[in-house]
């Protein structure tokens, strides 16, 4: 897929996604209006910030979510990163993200609609700051999976639900998505 022809595909998904509340649909116009703005807005390349794609993923019981401790961010995160060339659109990054990330084949989508926008400075892969326009799906793993740590994370574990909502010191973009996920 061109860049051209994902940044259409970020478009129409943005365009089209039921926004849970007005909040969130005030960002999706944001992220529209910047895409509008930069024919570069999903290449790492944009400087002032760019779409990325993530996913929580799920266990085959819905009661646990695979989280990797993000070496550069230092904290339990959702699985997901830059979109690439080769990708035919936002979910598509989502998914292949997630599967490079866990080393878990066969991930299914919970629904393959976003299901929670998210905007978070930080310094990527460019070396100077930004900002990531997070856009974050819902999959699913398959019974008996287990994931394989790869080189981009410390650490790659399932984490309960329930104890993940509880827990005071957790990221607030993951804290916002595990609510979005939870139907919140």
Avoid: N
Wanted: proline share 7%.
């Amino acid at each position: 897929m061109t860049a051209a022809a994902l940044h259409r595909d970020a478009r129409r998904v943005l365009a089209g996604w039921r926004a849970p509340d007005r909040s969130q649909a005030a960002l999706a116009e944001a992220y529209l209006g910047f895409l509008d703005a930069r024919e570069d807005a999903c290449s790492r390349s944009c400087v002032p910030g760019h779409l990325t794609a993530s996913a929580l993923v799920l266990d085959a019981s819905g009661r646990s979510a695979l989280l990797t401790l993000h070496p550069r961010v230092g904290r339990w995160l959702q699985l997901g990163g830059h979109c690439e060339p080769a990708d035919i659109g936002l979910a598509a990054a989502a998914l292949r993200e997630a599967t490079e990330e866990s080393g878990i084949d066969g991930l299914e989508w919970v629904r393959p609609d976003p299901v929670h926008l998210d905007v978070h400075p930080i310094t990527c892969s460019l070396g100077v700051p930004t900002r990531h326009f997070d856009v974050q799906f819902l999959l699913r793993a398959p019974a008996g999976a287990v994931p394989v740590r790869s080189a981009e994370s410390h650490d790659l574990a399932f984490h309960p639900l329930d104890r993940l909502r509880g827990a005071g010191d957790l990221d607030p973009g993951l804290r916002a998505l595990l609510a979005a996920a939870a139907g919140d």
